[in-house]
Every structure is written in structure tokens, then in C-alpha cells.
């Protein structure tokens, strides 16, 4: 699997054009995701959570939608602003995971102006 | 703010001290999390408290010592340790099930706090 930092996978948008972040996950008994940001200096943010009984879930701006026969998570931005800028992270959590979510290793969304 | 706070923000260190970090939540949760974030890995999670009983411990070496004293606060203590373990180090908390019977819904989501970045010498 990819790793951050280096290898850290980069979305560059436009501002006010709509971004797409994806991400696939490994275990089928996934019940719970969650998407996270995290801006530069700053600890992961919550952003949206699905469970695995929904296909799609809307926020203020955002969109998550959940694919369980192929196992793909996907983030939908909508009118990408420059505060959007960060890395995006999705986690996924099953029964026995116990307390544990498994994170992703995150994409770097860059908004061009 | 997440209702999560760390200290100190940064901390550098030499290999042979001795310091600790310390994390406060303030929401009310019964879960407390430890998580190492380098450059290169993903978030991976070191330790787990619930109700103030560490119940998972990820294979982290013993040169990190959690202290959960209540269910506010979780401390990470820290000695002699190695270049490698420079990272941020993040603190998170949930709210996790009482019980079937508590009527308590679990939220799951894990809150997290700012983070340490710690660089060791």
C-alpha cells in the first residue's frame, strides 16, 4: 500500500470546481467509515461518518458515499474552497476490531486558485 | 476546537531523558486513544484505554509508558528513546458502549487532539 509523506497521493483542483477523494478498503466486515481532514500543524478533524446499512450520506458541502460490494469509500467536495486544502483520511472500524479503525494512508488535496 | 487538548505542541528530546505528554478531553468520553503519525505510515494506533483500563497495547516498545489516571486524562511517558520514534503523536477520545443494557448510544467517532510533535535527538 501506498505510505504518507512521499508517496503521499495529490488531488490538485480548481477553486469552486468539485472534488473527488477515494479510498478502498481491505476488510468486508467493515461496518462503520469515517472521513477525516487534517490541515497542516493540526491533529485529524471529523468530516463525515457512514454506516455500512447506507450507500450515501450528505453533510454541508460533502458527500460520502459507500460501496461495499467493491469495498471503495469515496469523499465528494462540493465548490472546493482554498480552506479545503489538507489531507483527507478515511478510516474504517469492524466488530473485530474491536476499538481500533484502521486508517488509510490519505490523499493531499491541493485547491489552485 | 475538538473538545481535545494536548501538551506540550512540541517537545524535543535528547535519548537519554526522561519527559512526558499529556492529553485532556473534555467531552465527556469513556475512551482514550494514543496514536503515532510519521512521515512515511499511516495512523497507527499504540494504546487504548476504556473506563481507565488499558485494553490494547499495539506492540509498542517500553520505552512508552501510557498512565490513564480518570477518564479525562491520558499521559504518555516517555524515556530513552531512539531518533526513529520523532513522529507527531496524537491523542484521541470517544464515546464507546456501557453496556446493551445502559442506554448509552456509542458514537464510535474518535475525536483527536492537536497533536505533539515530538523530535528526539
Known amino acids: 500500500g501506498e505510505s504518507v509523506g512521499l508517496h503521499l497521493p495529490t488531488l490538485s483542483v480548481q477553486e469552486g470546481d468539485n472534488s473527488i477523494i477515494n479510498c478502498a478498503y481491505s476488510?468486508?466486515?467493515?461496518?462503520?467509515f469515517i472521513w477525516y481532514k487534517q490541515e497542516s500543524g493540526k491533529g485529524p478533524q471529523f468530516i463525515i461518518d457512514?454506516?455500512?446499512?447506507?450507500d450515501k450520506r450528505q453533510g454541508q458541502r460533502v458527500t460520502v458515499l459507500l460501496n461495499k460490494t467493491v469495498k471503495h469509500l469515496s469523499l465528494q467536495i462540493a465548490a472546493t474552497q482554498p480552506g479545503d486544502s489538507a489531507v483527507y483520511f478515511c478510516?474504517?472500524?469492524?466488530?473485530?476490531?474491536?476499538?481500533?479503525?484502521?486508517f488509510g494512508p490519505g490523499t493531499r488535496l491541493s485547491v489552485l486558485p | 476546537e475538538t473538545g481535545v487538548t494536548q501538551t506540550p505542541r512540541h517537545l524535543v528530546m535528547g535519548m537519554t531523558n526522561k519527559k512526558s505528554l499529556k492529553c485532556e478531553q473534555h467531552?465527556?468520553?469513556?475512551?482514550m486513544y494514543w496514536y503515532k503519525q510519521s512521515a512515511k505510515k499511516p495512523l497507527e494506533l499504540m494504546f487504548v484505554?476504556?473506563?481507565?483500563?488499558?485494553?490494547e497495547n499495539n506492540s509498542v516498545p517500553s520505552r512508552f509508558s501510557p498512565e490513564c489516571p480518570n477518564s479525562s486524562h491520558l499521559f504518555l511517558h516517555l524515556h530513552t528513546l531512539q531518533p526513529e520514534d520523532s513522529a507527531l503523536y496524537l491523542c484521541?477520545?470517544?464515546?464507546?458502549?456501557?453496556?446493551?443494557?445502559?442506554?448509552?448510544?456509542?458514537?464510535?467517532?474518535?475525536?483527536f487532539g492537536p497533536g505533539t510533535r515530538l523530535t528526539v535527538l
Open positions: 457512514i454506516r455500512s446499512n447506507m
Open positions: 476488510n468486508s466486515a467493515s461496518d462503520y
Open positions: 478510516a474504517e472500524k469492524a466488530e473485530n476490531y474491536g476499538q481500533n479503525f484502521v
Open positions: 484505554y476504556n473506563f481507565k483500563e488499558q485494553t
Open positions: 484521541a477520545s470517544s464515546q464507546e458502549e456501557l453496556g446493551k443494557t445502559s442506554g448509552v448510544r456509542a458514537e464510535y467517532t474518535q475525536y
Open positions: 467531552l465527556g468520553h469513556n475512551a
